[in-house]
């Protein structure tokens, strides 16, 4: 019944060995989010998409990249894994806004560990 | 800007006792507030919403929140912890102007202990 969807819920990668986190869902939302959540912090907004257009936050690291290529599927994209980089990668989805509840929805999350 | 503030990083209450965990927000609108709670190595899960509808919000398993804008509170409370309640609570505001865009507190540290 898992409408937010996050692969794999662990992740493992090597330092600066390229890593995509993926995330679908079954909302059939047009928004989608990607945070970043470092241990004992609060989620940080890294990029989102409304539909295919692509909105970067002013200070997310040129190191992470996104792809969504339908509704259903976005991908999260480390170039480049710094140590600085383990984190719990939080993907989300809402509706646009206006159009009602605009809750955001989340995923259980991929907690990434860079060795 | 708007911003939320939570007052307390760590709050332990006893099984069977009343939560109150507290948030402050600053805004310049009438502000869309949230409550987030987050088990362990999980995502976040809705626990209830303010959108300037009625001032006291019931959320799900037993919590509910009251918006006081003269306060400019939206503390989270619930009448008797259970031990599944422990976990942690992010206090949200959606940001005026920023589409769906949301705030987070820092987060509150719940303990239930026996």
């Known amino acids: 019944d898992a409408m937010v969807i996050q692969n794999p819920r662990y992740q493992v990668t090597q330092f600066g060995k390229p890593v995509t986190l993926s995330c679908s869902q079954t909302l059939n939302h047009n928004v989608m989010y990607w945070y970043q959540q470092k241990s004992s912090q609060a989620p940080k907004l890294l990029f989102h998409?409304?539909?295919?257009?692509?909105?970067n936050e002013a200070d997310t690291p040129d190191n992470f990249q996104s792809r969504r290529p339908n509704t259903s599927f976005c991908f999260l994209d480390i170039r480049s894994p710094g140590l600085g980089d383990a984190a719990m990668y939080l993907c989300a989805t809402s509706s646009l806004p206006g159009e009602g509840k605009n809750i955001q929805y989340f995923g259980a999350g991929t907690r990434l560990s860079v060795l | 800007a708007q911003s939320v503030t939570q007052l307390d990083s760590h709050v332990s209450v006893s099984e069977g006792t009343p939560v109150l965990l507290r948030c402050n927000y600053s805004?310049?609108?009438?502000?869309?507030l949230f409550w987030y709670v987050q088990h362990p190595n999980k995502g976040l899960q809705l626990l209830l919403k303010?959108?300037?509808?009625?001032?006291l919000v019931k959320g799900i398993n037993g919590f509910e929140a009251e918006f006081k804008k003269s306060e400019t509170s939206f503390h989270l409370t619930k009448p008797s912890a259970h031990m599944s309640d422990a976990a942690e609570y992010f206090c949200?505001?959606?940001?005026?102007?920023?589409?769906?865009?949301?705030?987070f507190g820092t987060g509150t540290q719940l303990k239930v202990e026996l």
């Open positions: 303010y959108t300037s509808a009625a001032t």
């Open positions: 949200v505001v959606r940001v005026q102007g920023g589409g769906n865009k949301l705030t």
């Open positions: 998409y409304y539909d295919k257009d692509f909105n």
């Open positions: 805004s310049s609108y009438s502000p869309s």
